[in-house]
C-alpha cells in the first residue's frame, strides 16, 4: 500500500501525494476530498509550477501557490520538484 499525502487548505483546496511518485490537485466537495485534473508524475517540472504575468500554467500551480500562502514556511514545493530545500542563511554579525 502506497503512502498518500493530502496537503489542504480551509478553502477546501488542496494537493495529494501518492507514494512520491504523483501528485493531483483535490477539492473538497461534500465533505469529501475527490481528485480533480491532471494527475502528475514526481518530480513536477518547474514550468507546471510557474506563473507569468499573473497566469498560472496549471490548476497544479494555483493550488501550489493557495496552499503556500496558508502556509509560508511549507515544504511542499520541494516535495514536488524533488528538489532539496536549502537552509537559509542568516548573516553573522560579529566583531573582531
Not at 88 to 94: Q, R, S, T, Y
Request: net charge positive.
Amino acid at each position: 500500500m502506497e503512502l498518500i499525502e493530502d496537503y489542504t487548505i480551509r478553502n477546501g483546496l488542496g494537493i495529494r501525494v501518492s507514494g512520491r511518485r504523483t501528485c493531483q490537485v483535490i477539492r473538497k466537495q461534500k465533505n469529501v476530498w475527490k481528485e480533480i485534473g491532471k494527475m502528475y508524475e514526481l518530480p513536477v517540472a518547474d514550468e507546471d509550477l510557474r506563473w507569468s504575468s499573473e497566469i498560472p500554467a496549471s490548476v497544479l500551480a494555483v493550488a501550489l501557490r493557495a496552499y503556500e500562502m496558508d502556509h509560508p514556511s511549507s515544504r511542499l514545493r520541494f516535495v514536488l520538484t524533488r528538489r532539496v530545500a536549502r537552509p537559509k542563511l542568516l548573516a553573522m554579525v560579529g566583531t573582531r
